[in-house]
Nanobody, 124 residues
């Protein structure tokens, strides 16, 4: 079982930045494609960003493209989400996810493991 632990969430003013981290317990972390999802109150979980196993491919939801950047450091078993120019509508619990099999980055059902989430709150 792979354990994922998110950190870096908090309260930030609109236009500000946050950097989320997701630390994995898995020794073979590089075997997993990784994704970030978020869920706002009263809404379904939605895809934010994904990254391939070696980090060469990145994928973003249209709502965050140009503002968020996903990256990974396989030597540290960690994936990151740099969030710039944050908006009020970015407020949500952000989840890190991992999958071993090939699949669709934007589909939550394709992922095998999930973290507990970290709260991001953006004030207007």
């Amino acid at each position: 079982q792979v354990q994922l632990v998110e950190s870096g969430g908090g309260l930030v003013q609109a236009g500000g930045s946050l950097r989320l981290s997701c630390a994995a317990s898995e020794r073979t972390f590089s075997s997993y494609a990784m994704g970030w999802f978020r869920q706002a109150p009263g809404k379904d979980r939605e895809f934010v960003a994904g990254i391939s196993r070696a980090g060469g491919g990145t994928y973003y939801a249209d709502s965050v493209k140009g503002r968020f950047t996903i990256s990974r450091d396989n030597a540290k078993n960690t994936v990151y989400l740099q969030m710039n120019n944050l908006k009020f509508e970015d407020t949500a619990v952000y989840y890190c996810a991992a999958r071993l099999r090939y699949g669709t980055y934007a589909e939550s059902r394709e992922y095998d493991y999930w973290g507990q989430g970290t709260q991001v709150t953006v004030s207007s």
